[in-house]
């Protein structure tokens, strides 16, 4: 079926570097992709969304790029932190009945930053 | 920000037993709550959708039966495990979406409930 999936389950880097990590995708047929962060025993924390008509969107020291041509979607870190160690989900969010929309995860990278 | 709320955190119950987890938006309105399911090591799959005063929907493969969905009041939802199994232990995970958030695609996560059944 149609899914969201990740190239690296994990991604080890050490303070300071950048980081980059990478979803692939399948249906087109989405409005929005989105990156959570997911820490430990807790639920997803929202990091930066970008809808389906863009290519680019940046954040405080976050970058999401959406190339739609072969259905990639990478989320950039720049400096990273040891804070920002955790699992990296991307979601496909597609729109639903009653102004919501419906997410659909994929795997996960595990981000784990060395000091 | 909107902060959604879960209880218990974590819950220990013997098979066949029924188990309740509560959601709860704290400061906001929630007309609509989100049910998922997290294995160790994956990811969250959506179990059901639920609108306030109506029945949930569910996703392929979930029984309605055996995850009781109550969306009775606009800050709260329940998520009832009937006669639960080892199988069904797992990281239950709610979300709600703000209406009056102005993003309609943003949920608002829960730090979800620890259920694991003997």
């Known amino acids: 079926g149609e899914s969201v999936g990740l190239h690296l389950p994990t991604l080890s880097v050490q303070e300071g570097d950048n980081s980059i990590i990478n979803c692939a995708y399948s249906?087109?047929?989405?409005?929005?992709f989105i990156w959570y962060k997911q820490e430990s025993g807790k639920g997803p924390q929202f990091i930066i969304d970008?809808?389906?008509?863009?290519d680019k969107r940046q954040g405080q020291r976050v970058t999401v790029l959406l190339n739609k041509t072969v259905k990639h979607l990478s989320l950039q870190i720049a400096a990273t932190q040891p804070g920002d160690s955790a699992v990296y989900f991307c979601?496909?969010?597609?729109?639903?009945?009653?102004?919501?929309?419906?997410?659909?995860f994929g795997k996960g990278t595990l981000l784990t930053v060395n000091p | 920000g909107a902060v959604v709320s879960q209880h218990p955190s974590w819950v220990i119950c013997k098979s066949g037993t029924s188990v309740k987890i509560e959601c709860r938006s704290l400061?906001?309105?929630?007309?609509?709550m989100f049910w998922y399911r997290q294995f160790p090591k994956q990811s969250l799959m959506l179990m059901a959708t639920?609108?306030?005063?109506?029945?949930?929907?569910?996703e392929q493969g979930v029984e309605k039966d055996k995850f009781l969905i109550n969306h009775a009041s606009l800050t709260l939802s329940t998520l009832t495990v009937t006669s639960a199994h080892p199988e069904d232990s797992s990281f239950y995970i709610c979300?709600?979406?703000?209406?009056?958030?102005?993003?309609?695609?943003?949920?608002?996560f829960g730090p979800g409930t620890r259920l694991t059944v003997l």
């Open positions: 979300s709600a979406r703000d209406p009056n958030s102005g993003r309609d695609n943003e949920q608002f």
């Open positions: 639920s609108n306030e005063g109506s029945k949930a929907t569910y």
């Open positions: 970008i809808r389906s008509n863009m």
């Open positions: 400061d906001f309105q929630a007309t609509t």
């Open positions: 979601a496909e969010a597609r729109y639903i009945l009653g102004s919501n929309y419906k997410l659909t």
């Open positions: 249906n087109s047929a989405s409005d929005y």
